[in-house]
């Protein structure tokens, strides 16, 4: 089954934003989480460059404008309810602004947090 | 650095819950997003067993207790904002009610929604 995809369609929340999970498409890491509203779903899908909605700037924020690390557009999901993305991404550099690759580099472990990235030489924290 | 883990800490929204992706252990696959509320992230870690709050029975849902499609824990991962968690799990059978393996089976191709997990056999959409 196809159909015409519009972005109008998804299940957006009160503030009008959807989850989109970004994954490195080519070993599966789950790289972060962010919010897209309609205008980003459809930059993205424009431009094949991943474009989210910041809620601390309230404005759009096209990932790797400011740090140049960019993330192409591999492919775009979308779940049974409509309600979260899933975005399959060829990422440039860390994807996180620590400067690891992935921002889910805290771990707990038998009750206690563990940092199982390391920052990248130089950074702290 | 290594910190005691208290749920408590975490960034939720307004109404009181925080997004955490499934991912499977094993290979990386994406499974699903759903919601954790600071019970649910309690209980997952307690038990073992992936808790989520269901939103649409406003409760605590133990995934699998009704399908049998459990998830275990292997590890759970918060992210760098602390406000987004990861969990890779060990999935019985599929984590999708419509009997896909992930909830992510549609993607977007040239401005189309294709299905590009098929539903299980006997079952439609």
């Not at 460059?49 to 960019?70: A, P």
């Not at 979308?78 to 991404?89: E, I």
Request: proline fraction near 5%; aromatic fraction near 6%; charge should be negative.
């Amino acid at each position: 089954m196809t159909t015409p995809f519009d972005p109008a369609t998804l299940r957006y929340n009160e503030a009008g934003l959807i989850p989109a999970i970004a994954q490195d498409a080519t070993d599966g890491t789950v790289l972060m989480l962010a919010w897209m509203n309609a205008e980003a779903v459809a930059a993205t899908l424009a431009t094949g460059r991943v474009t989210y909605w910041s809620r601390s700037r309230g404005e759009l924020w096209r990932k790797g404008d400011t740090s140049g690390h960019i993330q192409r557009l591999v492919e775009m999901r979308l779940d049974c309810d409509r309600d979260a993305l899933l975005v399959l991404v060829e990422q440039t550099g860390p994807a996180c602004h620590t400067g690891r690759r992935s921002c889910f580099y805290t771990a707990v472990h038998a009750g206690t947090e563990v940092e199982i990235i390391a920052p990248p030489a130089g950074e702290t924290a």
